[in-house]
Nanobody, 120 residues
Framework: QVQLVESGGGLVQPGGSLRLSCAAS????????MGWHRQGPGKQRELVAL???????NYADSVKGRFTISRDNAKNTVYLQMNSLKPEDTAVYYC??????????????WGQGTQVTVSS
């Protein structure tokens, strides 16, 4: 009914940059918050950044000043610009959305994840 598809992951050297994208599709009436989470090797999934429909953003302390979340409401897409990447940023990155579909049901779907590896 609703699908989130991430793209943009890959292998990057420490200090490098990547830009992740996540597009929502399906019978969407409205999208409220959108966010990025990550799960590193042997770690629990953690919140990276959230953005409201109005554009207000919040970040995990570990990424503040390095990552920027943004969204294009016309395209139902959320982005994560990641700069000054560190090896500890290595993880599978997942996007998530709080949305309402046509018909009124409120859902919180997840994408399938995209791998980000920071290594020299």
């Amino acid at each position: 009914q609703v699908q989130l598809v991430e793209s943009g992951g890959g292998l990057v050297q420490p200090g490098g940059s990547l830009r992740l994208s996540c597009a929502a599709s399906g019978r969407i009436f409205s999208i409220y918050g959108m966010g990025w989470h990550r799960q590193g090797p042997g770690k629990q999934r953690e919140l990276v950044a959230l953005i409201t429909s109005g554009g207000s953003a919040n970040y995990a302390d570990s990424v503040k000043g390095r990552f920027t979340i943004s969204r294009d409401n016309a395209k139902n897409t959320v982005y994560l610009q990641m700069n000054s990447l560190k090896p500890e940023d290595t993880a599978v990155y997942y996007c998530n959305a709080d949305l309402r579909v046509v018909g009124g049901v409120r859902l919180s779907p997840w994408g399938q994840g995209t791998q980000v590896t920071v290594s020299s």
